[in-house]
């Protein structure tokens, strides 16, 4: 019978396996075959490609093809999107500078002030 020794370290795994710059916190990359690594590099690598994610699109066409400035609980009733979908988006689009927040109007449906977004 083999006993093995629990307390016993393991060896510790090489630096090039471990990440191959040997920087602890920089970021793995694209493995060659259009996979990334890690889900955060997939992430930046998709915000650093200027393609907008499919619910942007959404909301972004929404705006443009109505051409009028909408609530995001408007939004949200409008595309069938959830709210919580709708501002993060909203956000994301925000930060392009894809979208214009204009100052509060009641909401047709939230029946509450809040801040319409239109399209560039």
Same mark, same amino acid.
């Given at each position: 019978? /083999?006993? #093995?020794?629990?307390?016993?370290?393991?060896?510790? %795994?090489?630096?090039?396996? $471990?990440?191959?710059?040997?920087?602890?916190? =920089?970021? %793995?990359?694209?493995?060659? !075959?259009? *996979?990334?690594?890690?889900?955060?590099? +997939? %992430?930046?690598?998709? *915000?650093?490609?200027?393609? %907008?994610? =499919?619910?942007?699109?959404?909301?972004?066409?929404?705006?443009?093809?109505?051409?009028?400035?909408?609530?995001?609980?408007?939004?949200? $009733?409008?595309?069938?999107?959830?709210? +919580?979908?709708?501002?993060?988006?909203? *956000?994301? #689009?925000?930060? #392009?500078?894809? #979208? /214009?927040?204009?100052? *509060?109007?009641?909401?047709?449906?939230? !029946?509450?002030? +809040?801040?319409? /977004? !239109? =399209?560039?």
């Amino acid at each position: 019978m /083999v006993q #093995l020794d629990i307390f016993q370290a393991s060896p510790p %795994l090489p630096k090039a396996a $471990a990440n191959p710059r040997g920087d602890r916190h =920089a970021p %793995l990359t694209n493995d060659g !075959r259009g *996979r990334c690594d890690t889900s955060r590099d +997939a %992430l930046a690598e998709h *915000r650093s490609s200027g393609k %907008l994610g =499919a619910q942007q699109q959404i909301v972004y066409a929404a705006l443009t093809k109505s051409g009028q400035a909408w609530t995001r609980a408007e939004l949200a $009733a409008k595309t069938g999107l959830p709210v +919580a979908s709708i501002c993060g988006r909203v *956000r994301e #689009l925000l930060d #392009l500078q894809m #979208l /214009v927040e204009e100052p *509060r109007r009641p909401c047709s449906v939230s !029946r509450k002030n +809040a801040h319409p /977004v !239109r =399209a560039r």
